[in-house]
């Protein structure tokens, strides 16, 4: 099978599916071996970024998707915005960057850097599949432990935490806005 055909059954497949598919169903599913397909989803991957594409491919560990490109979201929200209704406020936002920054991370430990407390905040995001337990603290206690799941990477079309900006990213931002 000639590798475009096979970038176009790729794109197809993870178009349909919607969700993570794993490299190893994609290939038994083509008969292929993942050596074999490797080539292909480099290549897909490649010509979405390079021809600066509506759709990225994602890989998650073991797993590949199709996501829309973060450079296009904010068309995308333009669209869908009257529609979705459930965005997250400004809490729950804060919340979940502090858990994606310091992860594995406890509700105290939350609650110490916003100031206030955070049990609504945390709620949401495990009920929304964004966060998950983690575990527990070796501490008196045993608070729960938080972290981060694939469903927070895929919403905000994230490949791993790697791609958060970093804090200096941040501080450049915030001096732009003060000279303004």
């Known amino acids: 099978m000639e590798i475009n055909d096979l970038c176009g059954i790729l794109e197809a497949i993870l178009y349909v599916a919607g969700e993570p598919v794993k490299v190893d169903q994609l290939a038994h599913a083509l008969n292929l071996t993942q050596m074999e397909l490797e080539p292909a989803i480099e290549k897909l991957r490649d010509n979405c970024l390079l021809e600066k594409r509506g759709l990225r491919l994602n890989r998650h560990g073991g797993e590949i998707q199709m996501s829309i490109n973060p450079d296009y979201a904010k068309y995308v929200e333009m669209l869908l915005q009257p529609v979705q209704k459930q965005s997250l406020s400004q809490a729950v936002m804060e919340t979940l960057s502090i858990i994606a920054y310091r992860q594995p991370v406890t509700k105290a430990e939350i609650e110490a850097v916003r100031g206030v407390k955070c049990d609504y905040s945390v709620q949401l995001l495990l009920a929304r599949g ?31 935490l790697f791609e958060l900006p970093k804090v200096k990213e941040f501080e450049d931002m915030n001096k732009e806005e003060e000279g303004q």
Do not use: Q, V
């Open 130 to 160: 964004l966060i998950e337990e983690a575990g527990r603290k070796e501490t008196l206690g045993h608070p729960i432990l938080y972290a981060t799941t694939d469903r927070f990477l895929r919403h905000f079309g994230l490949e791993g």
